[in-house]
């Protein structure tokens, strides 16, 4: 998830546009980590020490690692613990935005410090096992839309990142949230939640998207939109609030329940409060996921 996030802090701050990113994105699942970039990550080797090796390997043929211990930056056992090591797929996009000339590793250096510091990540590391860091970058998404931030509401929404990595794919970024008072319907799929406090959750795209984002949920090549389209739409949903909660009735004891999906395609969206949209870039489309309490 962290490269996601990442994606969100790298389209923030201007230093790649969204083309750059879904290239970048597009050859995770082809690529592989380079012994440099895991160096960097674990803070062994420097962003200039990797490049002056790096240049050296064009002119020796010899491994990266066996240049690093050469010069001093790696030990033995230190080469064989990085290549043992799994590193996040954060630091692969920013190898890739490396190889793609976006920046230089100097650059990807100076920008893994300032996410950290902009994630408040001060003593966290960004591995893949660590809630604590899922749950602070989370809250800084509430933060920035001017939510209240709550257990409940970092949960929906860890479960919502985790659903579209699962279901659709793991190359989207979520772009900067917001809270309005109603949201436009393009097309999409609304799903009530029944408890203490009732909501109502949603999922609105153009119809393009909806067709693109339904045949990667239904592994089916849909050409048209058409009620297989809707269907899908209305399964995910309904697949993601169901883990919900089952989630918070296992974390609360409470009951909480799930009214049918209803297909919503005119006319605005709006809650007794407010409305959170949170929108997520994919090649294909940008998809609202909406929440309104």
């Not at 690692?65 to 590193?87: F, K, M, P, W």
Request: net charge negative.
């Amino acid at each position: 998830m962290f490269t996601q996030f990442l994606g969100n802090y790298l389209l923030r701050k201007g230093i790649v546009n969204q083309d750059q990113l879904f290239t970048a994105m597009s050859k995770l699942s082809q690529s592989h980590i380079k012994l440099g970039t895991i160096a960097i990550s674990e803070g062994l080797m420097t962003a200039n020490e990797v490049d002056e090796c790096l240049y050296v390997q064009t002119r020796e043929n010899k491994r990266f690692g066996e240049i690093a211990v050469e010069r001093g930056y790696l030990t033995d056992d230190q080469v064989s613990v990085l290549l043992s090591h799994q590193t996040p797929d954060y630091m692969l996009l920013g190898q890739i935005l490396v190889d793609d000339g976006i920046f230089s590793y100097e650059e990807l250096e100076r920008i893994i410090f300032d996410y950290k510091n902009d994630s408040e990540l001060y003593d966290l590391s960004l591995d893949i096992e660590n809630q604590d860091a899922v749950q602070t970058i989370l809250s800084k998404f509430f933060l920035i839309a001017e939510m209240q931030v709550t257990e409940h509401n970092i949960m929906y929404l860890e479960l919502m990142f985790n659903s579209l990595i699962r279901f659709i794919g793991e190359d989207f970024t979520p772009l900067s949230p917001m809270v309005v008072d109603e949201f436009p319907i393009t097309f999409g799929v609304s799903q009530a939640i029944l408890g203490d406090r009732e909501f109502i959750s949603h999922i609105d795209c153009d119809r393009e998207t909806a067709i693109a984002f339904a045949s990667r949920y239904a592994k089916e090549d849909f050409t048209e939109f058409n009620e297989y389209t809707v269907a899908a739409l209305e399964d995910f949903l309904n697949l993601h609030n169901g883990l919900y909660i089952v989630n918070v009735s296992n974390d609360t004891s409470k009951d909480i329940a799930l009214e049918p999906p209803v297909v919503t395609e005119d006319g605005v969206l709006c809650g007794a409060e407010k409305c959170i949209v949170f929108p997520v870039a994919y090649p294909f489309g940008t998809v609202h996921l909406i929440t309104c309490f």
